[in-house]
């Protein structure tokens, strides 16, 4: 059906930056939404920021002002560009996306996560 896949996470100082993309592949009709979710160790995972097709865009209140959403429609691509990174940042990032797989029927599609750590 549809796969999406991360790239971009890693290791990274307080402070310090690092951009994550996700692109969906496969029977693509028509992307709803894409988004990123985090699950730091211990946590439920939870939204991180999200952008539809309308030019929607939410994000958790906790990465207002230091992470950016955007998406390359032409590329079907999400990407999460991320600075004044903080240790409480750690987790692992999920792609999230909602994808028309025919011309009527959608489903919730997960990537498989990529880790991003903040160490001192």
């Known amino acids: 059906q549809v796969q999406l896949v991360e790239s971009g996470g890693g290791l990274v100082h307080p402070g310090g930056s690092l951009t994550l993309s996700c692109a969906a592949s496969?029977?693509?009709?028509?992307?709803?939404?894409m988004g990123w979710y985090r699950q730091g160790p211990g946590n439920q995972r939870e939204l991180v920021a999200t952008?539809?097709?309308?030019?929607?865009?939410t994000y958790a209140d906790s990465v207002k002002g230091r992470f950016t959403i955007s998406r390359d429609n032409t590329r079907n691509t999400v990407y999460l560009q991320m600075s004044s990174l903080k240790p409480e940042d750690t987790a692992v990032y999920y792609c999230?996306?909602?994808?028309?797989?025919?011309?009527?029927?959608?489903?919730?599609?997960w990537g498989q996560g990529t880790q991003v750590t903040v160490f001192a």
């Open positions: 999230n996306g909602y994808i028309y797989y025919t011309n009527r029927e959608w489903n919730e599609f």
């Open positions: 496969g029977n693509i009709f028509r992307i709803i939404s």
């Open positions: 952008a539809n097709n309308g030019g929607s865009i």
